[in-house]
């Protein structure tokens, strides 16, 4: 980050792309700014890390890891949009949409609200969950605190920092992690045997929907064992001012047993659920990257056709490159330096610059599926023929990265390969080497 004169006035531009400006809120290990995007105007949200800070916390470089995993797998409307991660040597920072309405929280301060208003906020908190639980992860940390209102009254689910992917899951099938905030927490998490992470969201969701339409805790005690106890029992009491079909609702959310809990198919066919309902479409981009959808055959009208490339997760990126975006010291890193670039240049005229340069070197070349490109080199070397595959997998619409893997032959022709052969013929279209320092010009915040 650095700070760029302009009409007289210091600003902090970081990476010469986003402002920031005012401090917005303030947690253990992270701040969160509002930002600028320089190229658009748009506003956003910048959630800054320190990790120094983190690399002493045990759990903290996973939970991290795993934020960023699920921010790209839950692209919903009433879900707040991670648009980039990026990361110096000191910091990470996420990019996110920037939610002008602050939390529902606060409205609910002010008491309780109409009963057509919490159906709607509860509408949307539904549909995004459900969406979350399409995709396999389980929020677990569900509270007004947590859902954000935009401008035009819009709800969205964030901090996502203690949601949970199925790979944490253990042989059971279930989790157990005890996590969440107490007064919202089910009763299956505190009671240490496992659970379903997805039922134990709907518990919160009930809680929620209790609290928009009460103004109060449906389970409060001063000590904090007597107030699990009344969660392991669902001992509360529902207000005279419950509709019918709402009181049924909350009765069938806040259920001690999770099995018996209502399911997210069995309330939207609810008539209280349906009244108003208009379902939330996802955008197209949380259909998962890796299995993009066929582009048009250009072969027709002249021109060679290139597979859209797989998408590239930003934490792989920020984990692979080094200098201006070295995570390495943070998160485990398996590839080999030098062996990944960036590039601002499309997907097919990488692929044919790769074509190019590899026969230039003397190697086979064939075309793969999914912009990859095989480089097979012609002499025996000490573990036979050197075979390297390149691929390139997408980032943004202006840039690409690309990654050597070796697929057979010696590991030292493999390191000459990607650290001294391939490198003087793609030097016009790389960006920034993995290994190599960032031009400060274009990435560190120092601006022209």
Same mark, same amino acid.
């Given at each position: ?35 600028r ?6 506003s956003?949200a ?9 690399r ?7 939970q ?9 797998l ?30 529902l ?7 309780r ?12 908190l539904?549909?995004?969950v ?5 995709r ?20 969205k ?9 199925p790979e ?5 099938g ?16 505190l ?15 009930g ?14 005690d ?34 001690a047993? !999770?099995? @018996?809990?209502?399911?997210i198919?069995?309330? =939207?066919?609810? +008539?209280? *659920?349906?009244?108003? &309902? ?5 955008s ?11 582009? !048009?055959? @250009? ?6 056709? =290139?597979?859209? +490339?797989? *998408?590239?997760?930003? &934490? ?18 398996r590839?080999?330096?030098g ?56 980032v ?5 990265v690309?990654?050597f ?26 960006w ?16 022209p």
């Amino acid at each position: 980050m650095g700070k760029v004169e302009e009409g007289g006035e210091a600003r902090n531009v970081v990476f010469g792309k986003y402002e920031m400006g005012r401090l917005l809120g303030q947690g253990t290990f992270a701040k969160v700014y509002h930002g600028r995007d320089l190229r658009s105007g748009e506003s956003v949200a910048m959630k800054v890390i320190n990790k120094d800070q983190i690399r002493r916390e045990a759990g903290m470089m996973d939970q991290i890891q795993r934020e960023i995993s699920v921010m790209r797998l839950v692209r919903h409307p009433h879900v707040v949009e991670l648009k980039e991660v990026m990361a110096t040597k000191t910091r990470i920072f996420f990019v996110m949409e920037y939610v002008r309405g602050g939390e529902l929280f606060a409205k609910v301060l002010r008491g309780r609200l109409p009963e057509d208003q919490a159906r709607r906020y509860f509408q949307q908190l539904i549909s995004a969950v459900d969406f979350c639980h399409s995709r396999g992860v389980s929020h677990r940390d569900l509270k007004p605190e947590n859902l954000l209102l935009d401008e035009a009254g819009n709800l969205k689910v964030s901090d996502f920092g203690l949601s949970a992917l199925p790979e944490q899951l253990r042989q059971d099938g279930l989790l157990h992690t005890q996590c969440g905030t107490p007064a919202y927490v089910a009763p299956e998490v505190l009671r240490k045997r496992g659970y379903d992470g997805a039922r134990a969201d709907l518990w919160s969701c009930g809680v929620i929907l209790f609290v928009l339409l009460a103004g109060f805790l449906p389970f409060q005690d001063e000590n904090l064992m007597r107030m699990y106890r009344k969660v392991f029992k669902a001992e509360y009491q529902i207000p005279p001012w419950f509709s019918a079909d709402a009181r049924r609702l909350v009765s069938r959310l806040l259920v001690a047993d !999770p099995e @018996k809990r209502i399911s997210i198919p069995a309330i =939207v066919r609810l +008539p209280w *659920f349906q009244k108003g &309902f208009s379902r939330a479409i996802p955008s197209p981009l949380s259909i998962p990257a890796a299995t993009p959808p066929s582009p !048009p055959n @250009k072969e027709e009208e002249g021109e060679k056709e =290139v597979d859209s +490339p797989r *998408f590239y997760n930003a &934490f792989e990126l920020i984990s692979a490159m080094s200098s201006g975006f070295d995570l390495s010291n943070l998160f485990e890193n398996r590839r080999r330096a030098g062996t990944v670039f960036t590039s601002r240049w499309s997907a097919g005229d990488i692929v044919e610059r790769l074509e190019r340069v590899g026969r230039a070197l003397g190697f086979r070349v064939a075309r793969a599926k999914a912009c990859k490109v095989r480089l097979e080199g012609k002499a025996e070397g000490r573990k036979g023929r050197l075979d390297v595959m390149a691929e390139v997998f997408e980032v943004a619409p202006e840039v690409a990265v690309v990654e050597f893997s070796k697929s057979a032959g010696d590991t030292l022709e493999y390191v000459k390969f990607c650290e001294e052969d391939v490198r003087p013929g793609l030097k016009d279209i790389v960006w920034t080497w993995q290994g190599d320092d960032i031009p400060t010009s274009d990435h560190d915040g120092t601006g022209p």
